[in-house]
């Protein structure tokens, strides 16, 4: 970090070196142009000045171009011309004054302040028209465009930084999207490992602890399948640890994309054929489903299953599914056992009981369905809902409370002295089904919980471009460089309107008053004006200075004044021609110094 910025400081000084001596060209070239200059204050101050201005231009632009314009105001008491070089040094140091102070209201002020100071000078030395000419038109167009220019310049650079941080803030949100559909990975892989292979391994551990209660079978035997169910079990706890760690609140996934290689049916057929002591029945018309909702069906199934010959092993299951013609309920009941029933079949209650509910509440929601599950009378009952078109929920709905399949409601534990926040259900009671919206599936109107609201990206965020802060700033840096382009643009129009017409009429008096000093030599004293008209101008010149206005005049005559050359910037020698009447009475020649 320290060489970096030393290296920032010596490119810095390097610049700033390279700036004054192109500045110092200008200001020799004018030095050595001019025909009579003072070494000190036409070489060495400006040099000096310069010296001082441009490293200040980096950290006081203002008062760098309030230093150099020090200069030009200073050239205005030549009465010679009021041109010089110094009006190069003043566009470059105003054209950093704009690509370097981001505000506008200061160096307005700076460079209105400056053309005062060039006005006031004018005014004081009570400077000639073209003086004025100059202070009004070309210090300010040296002031004010340079200093658009380098605001402009400013905006372009701004926009592009912003359109590059933006493709930094788009680089970073694709991590974030990969490192989101990595987690939603392991959840569906979570999810389909639960509902598959803790499936099978319940079934392999009942059909073990069936095996084990045959009377044809040896104490050895006998040892051997206790074993074997226990070891059973230890895989279906470690299973639930593995999936505890691998989900993850889901994003969206539906299981779209696993494999459905068998139906209902063969789930049963398999569950029957390991003596699980299922009944099932399937009323109404049975229409084609899509295979979202042919794969949840399916899923509501097997969980309920699993979680019935787990927890409640060897009690009767009831499997019910009823087609209607715009959704179909699915139905799966069985007996709560009596105490200690789960510890004659060896199938001990997993750590991680309810997790496979509530993954498949979730799946259930993001089908658009419903999903119930409650003690009732004695039995558990898991009843749920689908509709044969899918509606996608932007957001995954709090599960309610549940229990497992051969366990009674608990009541909810709070904290002493504060309310209870849900409804305390009995034993054996059926939990009332909860009041929604005609037409809306159950559990649609569950609210999220906060964290779920702060954590859960809705559609909108996740389908967003890019962040709408960036976008915010983005549009503002482009809008404000559209406005700097505009003014850029503006400026100089309307100071052309302005300052061109004044400029034309002006240059117009100045050459159109020229007499050249071939025709002043022509001219005879004592002729009439109708012969010499040929050789006079248009008109005369309107702004002769003072001194040659009081030059002595001859008693009774009108005189006139006519300038000898067309140098619209240089002060010229002007000629006088005083009438008598009509008569020309003298002709003398007013040199451009003052005496």
Not at 82 to 99: C, E, I, K, M, R
Not at 133 to 146: D, E
Not at 410 to 426: L, R, S, W
Request: glycine share 8%; hydrophobic share 40%.
């Amino acid at each position: 970090m320290l060489h970096a910025r030393i290296a920032s400081a010596g490119s810095a000084r390097a610049a700033d070196a390279a700036l004054w001596a192109a500045l110092a060209a200008t200001t020799g070239y004018g030095f050595h142009d001019a025909a009579t200059a003072s070494l000190t204050t036409d070489l060495l101050l400006p040099l000096a000045v310069l010296a001082v201005a441009v490293p200040w231009s980096r950290h006081r632009p203002a008062a760098a171009v309030v230093l150099v314009n020090g200069l030009c105001a200073v050239g205005l008491a030549d009465p010679a011309t009021p041109g010089n070089t110094h009006v190069l040094p003043l566009a470059a140091l105003s054209f950093l004054l704009g690509s370097r102070v981001a505000a506008a209201r200061s160096p307005l002020l700076v460079l209105a302040g400056c053309s005062a100071v060039n006005l006031a000078t004018c005014a004081v030395l009570r400077a000639p028209p073209v003086w004025w000419f100059y202070a009004m038109s070309v210090l300010p167009a040296a002031l004010l465009l340079p200093w658009l220019m380098g605001r402009h310049w400013r905006g372009r650079r701004q926009l592009v930084r912003e359109g590059w941080r933006l493709a930094r803030s788009l680089e970073d949100r694709q991590h974030l999207v990969a490192e989101r559909a990595r987690l939603t990975e392991r959840a569906g892989i979570a999810a389909d490992m639960h509902d598959s292979l803790g499936h099978a391994l319940s079934l392999v551990a009942l059909r073990a602890g069936a095996l084990e209660l045959s009377p044809d079978l040896t104490d050895r035997d006998r040892a051997d399948l206790a074993e074997l169910r226990g070891t059973i079990a230890d895989a279906v706890e470690q299973l639930r640890d593995t999936v505890a760690v691998l989900h993850d609140p889901p994003g969206g996934n539906t299981g779209a994309g696993l494999p459905v290689n068998d139906t209902v049916e063969d789930l049963l057929s398999r569950a029957v054929a390991s003596g699980v002591p299922v009944r099932w029945e399937r009323r109404g018309a049975e229409s084609p489903l899509s295979p979202l909702i042919a794969r949840g069906m399916y899923r509501v199934v097997q969980e309920a299953l699993t979680n019935a010959v787990k927890h409640a092993p060897g009690c009767p299951i009831s499997v019910r599914i009823t087609h209607e013609p715009r959704r179909t309920h699915v139905s799966v009941m069985n007996a709560v056992p009596s105490a200690g029933g789960s510890a004659r079949t060896g199938v001990r209650p997993g750590r991680g009981v309810g997790r496979g509910l509530i993954g498949l509440h979730e799946r259930v929601a993001v089908l658009g369905g419903s999903l119930r599950t409650e003690p009732d009378a004695g039995r558990f009952h898991v009843t749920a809902v689908l509709p044969h078109q899918t509606t996608t929920r932007p957001r995954t709905p709090k599960p309610e409370p549940m229990t497992a399949p051969g366990r009674p409601m608990q009541e909810p534990i709070t904290a002493p002295g504060k309310p209870m926040q849900e409804p305390v259900t009995a034993p054996g009671t059926p939990t009332p089904e909860p009041v929604t919206a005609p037409g809306t599936p159950a559990r649609a109107q569950a609210p999220a919980s906060p964290s779920e609201a702060t954590l859960t990206p809705g559609p909108d965020t996740a389908s967003a471009p890019f962040p709408p802060e960036s976008a915010k700033r983005l549009a503002s840096v482009r809008g404000e460089a559209r406005r700097r382009s505009a003014v850029a643009f503006v400026a100089p129009v309307a100071a052309a309107v302005f300052f061109v017409p004044s400029a034309a009429y002006l240059a117009w008096q100045l050459t159109t008053s020229v007499l050249p000093p071939s025709h002043f030599d022509e001219l005879s004293v004592g002729r009439p004006r109708a012969e010499l008209a040929p050789l006079l101008p248009a008109r005369a010149y309107p702004y002769p200075p003072d001194h040659a206005r009081s030059a002595p005049r001859p008693p009774g005559t009108r005189c006139e004044f006519y300038r000898s050359g067309r140098d619209l910037l240089g002060d010229v020698d002007l000629y006088r021609l005083c009438w008598y009447g009509d008569t020309l009475s003298a002709k003398d020649t007013l040199r451009a110094r003052r005496p």
